[in-house]
Structure formats: structure tokens, C-alpha cells
């Protein structure tokens, strides 16, 4: 059996270890300082932008249409295993263009996601009132509806990642903090296997290593490539916090027709439908300071509850139930996600940076870890 260790346990390290339970010949043990999905998948908003995403080729689009295709199959999967039902808006995401906003492109864009395999509609302005009568038609000039596009509770999904994974036999440990690792040299490109991982709960043996920590894999990283051990160095991966907020508001009735209730977006403001009468508006994007530091604005959150109401006016009787704010890794220096072995490890996985685009790319990711432990062809 293949020792395989997993550091990390929101979104991505939860689909990774599920994913590779599905494998056989693999013995997997998940580390947590922290219950699931208590770090950036605890404050996401789940929204699942693939088809309606602008990407048309690339590494960009080919994780976003993997991670869309797999859930398809992933969802029914793991409440078969499971037996819990996992809470999913089917009724597609809506974006309302702003005046001034080329159509043209748009019109492209459905031609192409045609040809991918994936169906994109145009709505003119009687259209989306006629569908959706809670907006205002002063503030958009036509819609995009994406009927395959999902939102999906990130906590909820991760939770039942984790059950899906302990069902075939994953160990999770939380509350475990890694105070560091062995690695030793191996014949293979002069470079190291971890062999190691030393926690304040005890060593534990590997094969194989996977980083998934989000803002903690910077620290995890560092240990990997102390000093001493010799490893042909790359620029270190540098993590920045990139802070978000996030407003539950509750209605006396829902708005427009309760039999559809699409995830509704407008310049990057989002009205998300989360039960009869709630809705999650969000997210602010929130850079650090020189120092790093972050810290959330409320001011910045009711411009976001603001523009919701601007486009959406019933949302301004609502009551406001509670507010969040979680912190996005987001990769300095290279695009997001990364999904890459690390620089002179044979044997050690990144799976981190996924900015705000997690709870999206995390079966794409999962199905990359799996090809790069056990190869395409198992």
C-alpha cells in the first residue's frame, strides 16, 4: 500500500482525498489543524461559474470544464455512498449586462460553448422581467443564462467529501498541527522524497505528499525547503490573503417565482437563493496592505448589499440575518490555482491558490493529484 498524506482539509484537500479513495493500493491519511472547511471554503459563496465563464481554451477553461463534467457525476455519487443530500441551486446562473456591454461577445461565446458541448442563452430584456419580474430593467440590457452552471454549499459538500472519503477509508485527523518533515535523497534527478511528517501528535510515514492547506501551505512549503536539505531551489511560493465579505438577508416570501430561483449576477455582485425566504449576497474583494495585513471593511460590504438592491429593489426590505468575511489564497507571481509538484521533490504535490475559484476547480484539481500520484492510464 502507498502511503499518501494530505495537509489541509477544506474544498480541495477534501475532493483530493476523496477522489484518491476511489483508487486502489492506497493508504490515505488527511491533517487538519482544523475541523473541515473552516478556512476560505467556510466563507465562500459556492457559485459554480463554468460555462458562463468568458474561458474559451487553455488550462483556464480545461479545469473549469473538467471540474463541471465531474460534478455532474460527483454529486449523485456521494449521496449514493453517503446517504446525505447535498444542498445544490440547479436552476442555473443568470448575468445581467451592464449598459454598454458588447453583445457581440456574448454571441461568440454561445456559438463556442455549443460546439464544447454546453448551451448559453441570450435574454433580451422582456425575457429576464419575464423570468425573473424581482429585477429592475433600468439596470442591465440583456441577460446570459447558463442552465448547466450550478451553486452548491461549500461547507455541505466538504462535509460529505469527507464522509464520502472515510466510507472507503480515509483517516482524518484534525486538530493536528505538522511541526515539520524527513526528507531524504534520492537517486532520481538528484533530488528528495519526503519521508516523514512530524506532528504534535506523532510521525507519520509517507509515500507520497500533498499540500492543500490554502494560506498555510506558504508556511509548510518553507519547511520543505529548509536550507540544509540541498534542494535545487525555485522562488518560493508566496500566498496573499485576499479578504472577502459576504451578507445572509431573509425576506417574508421569496422573490419572483419560487419554482425558479436562478443565482442572479451583476458587475461581480452576486444574489444567491439559499432557502425559501434567504438569500447570500457577496463578496467584497479586499486586498492587503505593504505589511500583508488585512482587514474587513463593513463599509465595502453595503456598497456589495447596495448594488444588489440596485438591480434587485425587493432585496431592500430584507432583513440582514448575518454577515461573513473569509480569507482567499491567491498566488503571487504566477496565475491561480497551483497544481504542481514541488521544485525538487520527487514525491510532494501542491494543491493550493485557488483564489476564489475553489469550490469550482476542486474536482479538476482532485483528478490532477490522482494522474500525478498513481498516472493517467489507472
Not at 84 to 93: A, F, K, L, S, T
Amino acid at each position: 500500500m502507498s502511503k499518501v498524506a494530505i495537509i489541509g482539509c477544506g474544498i480541495v484537500g477534501a475532493a483530493i482525498a476523496y477522489e484518491l479513495s476511489r483508487v486502489n493500493g492506497l493508504s490515505i491519511t488527511v491533517l487538519d489543524k482544523h475541523l473541515p472547511a473552516q478556512g476560505s471554503t467556510g466563507a465562500a459563496l459556492g457559485v459554480l461559474m463554468g460555462a458562463i465563464s468568458k474561458k474559451v481554451k487553455g488550462r483556464a477553461w480545461q479545469l473549469r470544464q473538467a471540474s463541471i463534467q465531474r460534478y455532474q457525476t460527483l454529486i449523485p455519487e456521494l449521496e449514493a455512498l453517503t446517504g446525505y443530500q447535498i444542498p445544490v441551486n440547479r436552476n442555473g446562473i443568470l448575468k445581467l449586462c451592464l449598459p454598454g456591454e458588447d453583445l457581440g461577445s456574448w454571441e461568440k461565446l454561445v456559438q463556442t460553448r455549443l460546439s464544447q458541448g454546453w448551451q448559453l442563452e441570450i435574454w433580451d430584456v422582456p425575457q429576464v422581467k419575464h423570468r425573473c419580474p424581482q429585477l429592475s430593467q433600468d439596470k442591465f440590457i440583456a441577460g446570459i443564462y447558463s442552465p448547466q452552471d450550478l451553486q452548491i454549499d461549500p461547507t455541505a459538500l466538504t462535509q460529505v467529501l469527507v464522509a464520502g472519503a472515510e466510507a472507503n477509508g480515509v483517516r482524518f485527523n484534525f486538530g493536528i498541527t505538522v511541526k515539520g518533515f524527513e526528507s531524504i535523497g534520492s537517486d532520481l534527478n538528484n533530488s528528495l522524497n519526503c519521508s516523514q511528517i512530524y506532528t504534535d501528535a506523532g510521525t507519520l510515514e509517507i509515500d507520497w505528499l500533498v499540500v492543500a492547506a490554502g494560506l498555510g501551505s506558504s508556511g509548510l512549503i518553507k519547511m520543505l525547503q529548509a536550507p540544509d536539505l540541498q534542494v535545487s531551489q525555485a522562488l518560493p511560493l508566496t500566498l496573499k490573503p485576499v479578504l472577502g465579505q459576504g451578507v445572509k438577508l431573509r425576506l417574508p416570501q421569496p422573490m419572483g417565482y419560487e419554482d425558479f430561483q436562478p443565482v442572479i449576477t451583476r458587475d461581480d455582485v452576486h444574489i444567491l437563493p439559499v432557502g425559501k425566504q434567504d438569500y447570500w449576497v457577496g463578496a467584497t474583494v479586499e486586498f492587503p496592505d505593504d505589511a500583508g495585513n488585512v482587514e474587513a471593511q463593513p463599509g465595502l460590504l453595503e456598497v456589495v448589499r447596495q448594488n444588489a438592491i440596485a438591480y434587485c429593489p425587493p432585496l431592500a426590505t430584507a432583513e440582514i440575518i448575518y454577515t461573513w468575511y473569509g480569507l482567499r489564497p491567491r498566488p503571487e507571481g504566477r496565475p491561480a490555482p497551483v497544481i504542481d509538484q514541488l521544485s525538487g521533490y520527487n514525491n510532494v504535490w501542491l494543491a493550493t491558490g485557488h483564489y476564489r475559484n475553489g469550490v469550482l476547480l476542486a474536482p479538476a484539481t482532485a483528478q490532477l493529484i490522482r494522474i500525478g500520484i498513481i498516472g493517467s492510464g489507472k
